[in-house]
């Protein structure tokens, strides 16, 4: 709901316009494994181990 333009100070308002809030990247990490960058605790794509098991089937391209 609107609220009157007097009622909202210029701290308040400027705050919400602020680019504190925007998203960052992630941040990326080496496979201990492959050596491929990759997000912190997730399965690697490329060999497919997390936490030094492996979790995913991943096929070869040769």
Same mark, same amino acid.
């Given at each position: 709901? /609107? @609220?009157?333009?007097? &009622? $909202?100070?210029? /701290?308040?308002? !400027? =705050? &919400? &316009?602020?680019? $504190?809030? =925007?998203? !960052? /990247?992630?941040?990326? $990490? =080496? #496979?201990?494994? #492959?050596?491929?960058?990759?997000? /912190?605790? @997730? @399965?690697?794509?490329? #060999?497919? =181990?997390?936490?030094? &098991?492996? @979790?995913?089937? $991943?096929?070869? !391209?040769?």
């Amino acid at each position: 709901m /609107a @609220v009157p333009k007097r &009622r $909202v100070s210029h /701290a308040r308002r !400027d =705050k &919400r &316009r602020s680019n $504190v809030w =925007k998203m !960052d /990247a992630p941040t990326l $990490v =080496k #496979c201990p494994n #492959c050596g491929e960058l990759m997000q /912190a605790h @997730v @399965v690697c794509k490329s #060999c497919g =181990k997390y936490n030094g &098991r492996q @979790v995913l089937k $991943v096929e070869e !391209d040769a």
